[in-house]
């Protein structure tokens, strides 16, 4: 008995290790941007122009390229891509382009790249563009036709709700739209692209000598770094991060539930908060011996100036309520979407605690069809963010996994992790959810295969 509650004890501090860490370190500056963007989309971009490009009857030439370059361009990580996906597939965008921008998007987005050309080699790098966005056109277009009743009731009840033909009109986006839309954008990609100019610290000074060492110190034994399992461990800076995060998230919960209604003083609690953490996130924080050093850096100072214009169009170019739909829009991915990604990364990092490596090696040591589809389960279950997965990736190629089966799993991990199926399934439903898993599996298994033979 005393064994089994050691080992459950064991499993429950790595899944919250993993979910600290991940809370700590991937989600402020990655997150909360996407969000942002999400119920932009839903609530002050015009459905024709979603649907002008990514619609039912959209030239096929014309919309599954489109939703490639814009999973490419707006995507950072499996997390990020789900708002957006659930925002435009709600909007109309048909099920085939909109399956295909979920696919294609945190598998080639540029921070991912990236890394993998650096870590791995650019074989694999230039691998994960070509066949991401090859088999993502493939996979949508699958779908489109698998479920291609299911989408023309679809487009059918879209265009009898809104009395409109959504697919044939043409919408123009007001001028100040665009510029809300390119203002988020910037601080979704302020926070997460990792170049010197963002990420240098131009200035520095320590607080906190008395008690950060020692704090550090206490955090990383209650949650030890473990990078064989992907986890980075808390550090004194993602604890205020974490502290802020729940702030936001009891704040919002009073101010955001009913924002279309109107606004309430917690709204304004909500946002000075959210501007608060981003902000916080974008500072170098570091315990070091002498302290907390800080560094005041070029992400920091990006994210300043463009929260700072953000919300000034917001108040000075929209209406009262344009700004309450919008974030009413962007409430709901949240309500919908992060119970689920909590759950998930709890759920994986107590399943990395349960899966050897060794046995993940020995499944993957050869470039065959069973050592491939090892390598795309290895994703389902041993999800790790995208800062980690290349690194983790690096360690398993290190240890005998082969090239093939490595790029099945980096093209699995971001598309088949549980908290992925999870939110997936409740965008479009259970029967659709099966079937894209399962083109995912075999396309990503055919994928390590062909790298394996040619390339690997």
Wanted: with cysteine; proline share 4%; net charge positive.
């Amino acid at each position: 008995m005393v064994r089994w509650l050691d080992a459950l004890g064991m499993l429950l501090q790595t899944g919250l290790g993993s979910l600290a860490a991940y809370l700590a370190a991937h989600v402020l500056l990655c997150l909360l941007p996407a969000f942002f963007i999400a119920g932009a989309l839903s609530a002050l971009m015009p459905k024709e122009a979603i649907t002008k490009y990514l619609g039912r009857t959209t030239p096929k030439w014309i919309s599954y390229p489109a939703s490639a370059l814009g999973g490419f361009v707006l995507a950072v990580c499996s997390c990020t891509i789900m708002p957006l996906f659930a925002s435009i597939y709600k909007k109309g965008a048909g099920l085939g382009p909109a399956i295909t921008f979920l696919f294609v998007g945190p598998a080639v987005n540029i921070l991912a790249i990236s890394l993998t050309g650096v870590a791995i080699g650019m074989d694999i790098a230039l691998a994960r563009i070509v066949l991401s966005v090859v088999f993502g056109i493939v996979i949508g277009l699958l779908m489109a036709w698998i479920f291609r009743e299911d989408d023309t009731s679809r487009a059918a009840a879209l265009e009898t709700a809104t009395n409109s033909r959504a697919f044939d009109a043409e919408a123009r986006v007001p001028g100040h739209v665009w510029l809300f839309f390119v203002l988020l954008l910037g601080t979704l990609i302020a926070g997460t692209l990792q170049v010197g100019l963002l990420t240098n610290a131009y200035a520095t000074f320590t607080v906190g000598e008395t008690w950060a060492p020692a704090f550090q110190s206490w955090l990383d034994r209650i949650v030890p770094p473990n990078p064989a399992l992907g986890i980075e461990g808390v550090s004194v800076h993602g604890v205020f991060l974490i502290g802020l995060l729940a702030l936001i998230g009891v704040t919002a919960w009073k101010g955001l539930n009913t924002v279309d209604e109107g606004y309430n003083r917690w709204t304004f609690v909500a946002l000075g908060l959210i501007t608060l953490t981003i902000i916080v996130a974008s500072f170098k924080a570091t315990a070091v011996a002498a302290g907390l050093q800080i560094g005041i850096t070029g992400k920091l100072i990006a994210e300043g100036i463009l929260l700072g214009a953000l919300w000034w169009v917001a108040a000075k170019k929209f209406e009262a309520y344009e700004i309450q739909e919008w974030l009413w829009e962007m409430w709901r991915f949240v309500k919908q979407i992060i119970p689920l990604l909590l759950v998930g990364v709890f759920v994986a990092g107590m399943a990395r605690a349960l899966i050897p490596a060794s046995w993940i090696t020995a499944l993957a040591g050869r470039n065959t069809l069973w050592a491939n589809l090892a390598g795309v389960l290895f994703g389902v279950f041993m999800y790790f963010p995208t800062l980690v997965e290349v690194p983790i990736a690096q360690t398993f190629l290190s240890l005998g996994m082969q090239r093939g089966p490595l790029l099945a799993y980096l093209l699995a991990d971001p598309e088949l992790s549980l908290q992925s199926i999870l939110i997936t399934h409740t965008v479009i439903g259970k029967k659709k959810t099966a079937v894209y898993v399962v083109l995912v599996t075999v396309f990503s298994t055919l994928a390590g295969l062909m790298f394996g033979w040619f390339g690997g």
